[in-house]
């Protein structure tokens, strides 16, 4: 099957050279790409097309529509959305030659030198926040990665990762170090993306990453849970062969080794894992398979004891959900809330769920104002919710019109949400971190249908209930 990156470098040559250059392989590689390509967010639109002058726009939208009817439409389609900047455009080519790939660019519409989505951001002992990995805007894993000093209210850099990775986890280390653990390329643009097994340490005080153990198995889409005796509970997620799994490790980080735990009773990826008040963790929910499209996605839910190394069952929630949020709340009870719950096109949930771990069983709140997927859900100093960002409409990003600025805050004495905020700058797939002076930071994100990766970051404010901006 012609992949995405030749599908572009073939449109990119037909627009370079004419028309009498659109031979046969041009055509049938559009309509293999465009029959065969997994729809897990939009397809990207060829650098080359985007920047072109609307007229020549117009008539590849002709050539191409007379191909593939909308299908084909749907490719080309310009995007749209927040005011952000648009993507840095491919290097010209050459008459006759392909267009080339462009490399991550600093972006001067925030504060952070790259946009990026389906990153890590860990608040350190020191209050700095590492910002590390994920996604550009062409779907790239990055190794780039940035450092937020609150005192300067500034973005800096540091050492890259020694492996680009994005659907990684990031955990902060009893000793202050830093897990960062599995991800990879973005696995939507190839069946056989490299998933990684490998695993690597940050170390503030050098600010540098070295390689510890690898993981028992490669995965994306896991969790990563700090357990109450400093070791460290990877769950679920895809391996190679992209199969949702059920397996469960355990980094010890005084050996710098993973183990093989008991297994999960059920395989799930994009699943939630909540360390509860007595020291086990709650595994909520996910995709059955990998990256599922039809649903239904689990409702079901298992704790793991760290004291015998097993997992069991325990009550299901009222609706199955995967790409949903969940937070540990002061009374220990657990808040799950939003996520999608049928297929791929289903609208967000508004609804809202309870854990209780004395009686093992789910039970309604809420619901949101908003119905949110790829939403952030932080746990404030004075016990309530902030619910942030993400789509409205289902987990896709093509022709979404509902990437969202609002968000909402949860209060557990009442039950209810309630509209705060909102954001300055639209945005799904970004990450939310506690400061230490009770604040919560915002970062990055995608925007504008997937097309456009966030620089931006913005700081919320509990006692004022606003967002303002940050670096």
Avoid: C, K
């Avoid at 990775?165 to 993306?193: C, E, F, K, M, N």
């Avoid at 657990?334 to 309870?354: F, Q, Y």
């Avoid at 979404?400 to 909102?422: C, I, K």
């Amino acid at each position: 099957m012609t992949d995405q990156r030749e599908l572009d470098r073939l449109l990119d040559a037909f627009f370079v050279e004419g028309s009498n250059e659109l031979a046969d392989r041009v055509i049938d590689g559009a309509l293999d790409q465009i029959g065969e390509v997994q729809q897990r967010r939009a397809n990207r639109v060829p650098r080359g097309l985007r920047t072109m002058p609307m007229p020549f726009r117009l008539a590849a939208a002709a050539v191409i529509g007379g191909l593939a009817v909308g299908t084909a439409l749907y490719l080309i389609r310009p995007p749209s959305g927040a005011g952000t900047s648009s993507p840095t455009p491919a290097a010209s080519a050459s008459p006759g030659e392909p267009a080339e790939t462009p490399t991550p660019q600093p972006r001067p519409t925030g504060p952070m030198a790259f946009g990026r989505q389906i990153q890590t951001a860990t608040m350190l002992a020191d209050g700095r926040v590492l910002v590390a990995g994920g996604y550009d805007d062409n779907d790239e894993a990055l190794a780039s990665v940035e450092l937020y000093d609150p005192t300067t209210n500034a973005f800096g850099e540091t050492s890259s990762l020694a492996d680009a990775r994005g659907l990684h986890t990031a955990t902060l280390l009893a000793d202050g170090r830093v897990l960062i653990a599995g991800g990879g390329p973005a696995s939507w643009l190839s069946a056989s993306a490299a998933y990684l097994a490998s695993a690597e340490v940050y170390d503030p005080t050098t600010g540098t990453f070295s390689p510890t153990g690898s993981m028992t198995t490669s995965r994306d889409g896991h969790t990563a849970t700090l357990l109450s005796d400093g070791r460290v509970l990877m769950t679920g997620g895809n391996d190679l062969g992209d199969h949702g799994v059920a397996s469960a490790e355990l980094y010890d980080p005084e050996t710098g080794i993973f183990t093989a735990t008991g297994s999960m009773t059920t395989a799930r990826a994009l699943h939630t894992a909540t360390l509860l008040s007595d020291g086990r963790v709650l595994i909520v929910g996910g995709d059955p398979a990998a990256w599922t499209f039809s649903g239904p996605y689990h409702a079901s839910a298992e704790v793991y004891d760290p004291a015998t190394g097993t997992f069991t069952a325990t009550g299901s929630m009222a609706v199955g959900r995967e790409l949903h949020a969940a937070s540990l709340l002061s009374d220990g009870r657990v808040l799950v809330t939003g996520g999608v719950t049928e297929s791929l096109h289903a609208t967000s949930l508004d609804s809202a769920e309870l854990y209780d771990p004395e009686t093992g069983t789910f039970s309604p709140t809420g619901p949101m104002t908003d119905g949110r997927v790829f939403q952030t859900a932080t746990m404030l100093s004075d016990g309530r919710v902030l619910i942030a960002g993400g789509l409205a409409q289902g987990r896709v990003y093509a022709n979404n019109p509902r990437f969202l600025a609002s968000a909402e805050v949860y209060d557990p004495t009442t039950g209810t949400f309630a509209a705060t905020g909102p954001m300055a700058d639209m945005r799904a797939y970004h990450t939310a971190t506690m400061l230490a002076d009770g604040r919560v930071m915002i970062i990055a994100g995608a925007v504008d249908n997937g097309l456009t990766t966030l620089a931006s970051a913005e700081i919320y404010d509990p006692v004022t209930g606003t967002f303002g901006p940050a670096g």
